[in-house]
């Protein structure tokens, strides 16, 4: 079982606008075409060590090392990096 991060953001279906999790379906494919578990994780604080400890290993679906601590956060067509988002995968790093 792998673990991939991802993103909260805002999506649409039909009339509505919720927020959900996202990140790209290859992600998840290729970890399944190779024998793996996908585990979709949250940008959530999680307990990190007691989360790794029932994984297998973990993907980070994002450049979190392009993001270290006191850099100016990297922004594009998306906007500014994902704070929570990045202390959860810092959190789920240290834990594995």
Known sequence: MIGIT????AVG???RVR?????????PR???QAGCVPLVLTPW???AARLMASLDGLLLA???AAR????????GPEGPADR???AAERSLLRAA
């Open 6 to 9: 991802s993103e909260m953001t």
């Open 13 to 15: 279906w039909g009339d």
């Open 19 to 27: 927020e959900a999790a996202l990140l790209p379906a290859s992600y």
């Open 30 to 32: 290729a970890l399944q």
């Open 45 to 47: 604080p999680w307990p």
């Open 62 to 64: 994002d450049t979190l």
């Open 68 to 75: 270290r601590p006191g850099a100016a956060p990297p922004s």
């Open 84 to 86: 929570a988002r990045d």
